[in-house]
């Protein structure tokens, strides 16, 4: 049977190209080693990047990085509704916070001033929940006076340095930012079996205009990013509350109920003793300020997190070193065993372009094969990674699109390289020679 070839490869690649294509298809059994291998390795990495990020989701309902050290309360004995003598005890709170921020061992330091977004659970309000939200809002609200259902947010608004640093990571603006909102939405909570489970609450998204209430003024607050990053202080274990993360110049206008530091100490405890001094000094007791040491804890805490990271991306690293050598290994032996088969093809005329194009198109088609079939068969494996940790722990499945863009980066950058160091090693070969010594 004339095998033909289509036009555009023809258009595209010439003689090499043809000739390509039609061992490829003449030849199925003698690429297939290389295809399937291929396959086997981007199936594996797309499962085990799902599997890291289930992993890594399951490992931070138990554990969380911190990065701080110290904390330190400051309370007000007065209430809000004594705004006067309120006040004059936040202002003061704030100075002594200050103080302690500039203490020699302070370190990194953020002082969050917090307060409490209420928002009605209308009919409106339902429309703006995930499934997950409303499953949470219907077991964990407040009321108010008239005994209407009350959603809480938590408003954090951050030192204008930490804000700032915030963004960066974010990749905010702070002209921006500084009058909206950022919206943390990612808890952690039980549900009534008592099996974990994970999500976000509203289906917010950035540019959104939300309206509630802070104390006893109702406020229109913008959305301007939404995010997983959490700064100093805003922890993401076992809350049924978002957060919206403002800047200082934002809470200071609408108002606050209390403020913390959060301290990224290089000595803790030398800090420990600073501030015991300063308490002294100011005659500060537990009832107006509370601190807390927390270096053992958190290195305890830390340290378990960066096993489980080191064990994760150890695994990947492994495994995608395996998946390259194993493509090293098939691609360059296959192309060794048609050394012949090349020097015949130089022999009567072919030209080192044409053997380049005939090489580079059989590149394509290994790619482009592999690709098409081991993306489906690695989701495939992904999902059943889900499911295998959603017996643990309820989350939503994520598509790892991250891991299917890498793959094929991946194919194409490793099969370019190993194809290329092939065709060197058989260029620099005489033609006479290799057909020579394979008749022998």
């Avoid at 290389?34 to 599997?51: D, N």
């Avoid at 002594?96 to 977004?117: H, M, R």
């Avoid at 080191?310 to 691609?331: E, H, K, Q, R, S």
Wanted: aromatic share 12%.
């Amino acid at each position: 049977k004339k095998m033909k070839c289509p036009k555009i490869i023809t258009k595209l690649f010439k003689t090499g190209g043809e000739i390509a294509y039609k061992n490829f298809k003449r030849s199925k059994k003698k690429y297939r080693t290389t295809v399937i291998s291929i396959i086997v390795s981007v199936v594996i990495f797309i499962a085990i990047s799902s599997f890291i990020q289930y992993g890594f989701k399951m490992s931070s309902a138990y554990y969380t990085e911190k990065n701080y050290n110290y904390v330190v309360y400051a309370y007000s004995t007065s209430t809000s509704e004594n705004k006067e003598e309120f006040a004059k005890e936040q202002a003061k709170n704030d100075k002594i916070l200050t103080d302690i921020s500039n203490l020699p061992d302070a370190g990194e330091v953020s002082i969050n001033k917090t307060n409490v977004f209420e928002i009605k659970i209308d009919d409106k309000h339902q429309a703006e929940l995930t499934d997950y939200g409303k499953d949470i809002k219907n077991r964990f609200y407040v009321t108010d006076e008239e005994n209407n259902k009350i959603d809480n947010i938590n408003i954090v608004g951050l030192s204008k340095n930490e804000y700032e640093n915030y963004l960066k990571e974010i990749g905010g603006n702070y002209e921006t930012y500084k009058d909206g909102a950022i919206l943390i939405d990612n808890t952690i909570n039980l549900d009534e079996k008592g099996k974990r489970i994970q999500g976000s609450m509203y289906t917010w998204k950035k540019g959104d205009i939300v309206t509630g209430q802070i104390g006893d003024k109702e406020y229109s607050i913008k959305i301007v990013a939404r995010t997983d990053e959490r700064p100093k202080g805003v922890e993401s274990l076992y809350n049924s509350n978002a957060y919206f993360i403002v800047s200082e110049d934002f809470i200071n206008k609408t108002g606050y109920e209390s403020a913390s530091l959060y301290a990224k100490s290089k000595d803790a405890y030398k800090l420990d003793e600073e501030i015991e001094q300063y308490k002294n000094e100011k005659n500060l007791t537990k009832s107006t300020l509370n601190t807390y040491n927390m270096e053992k804890s958190v290195k305890a805490e830390n340290a378990i997190v960066l096993v489980v990271s080191i064990f994760l991306y150890g695994f990947i690293g492994v495994i995608t070193l395996i998946g390259i050598t194993n493509i090293f290994n098939t691609i360059t032996t296959n192309m060794n065993l048609r050394k012949k088969e090349f020097a015949m093809l130089k022999s009567i005329g072919m030209t080192k372009k044409e053997f380049n194009q005939m090489i580079q198109l059989e590149s394509i088609f290994y790619g482009v094969k592999s690709l098409i079939l081991g993306i489906p068969i690695g989701l495939v494996l992904s999902y059943g990674m889900y499911n295998v940790f959603r017996n643990s722990m309820e989350m939503e499945y994520v598509l790892p699109y991250k891991a299917i863009v890498i793959s094929i980066l991946f194919v194409a950058i490793v099969i370019g390289i190993i194809m290329r160091y092939s065709m060197d090693k058989i260029n620099k070969q005489n033609i006479i020679e290799t057909i020579r010594n394979d008749n022998i």
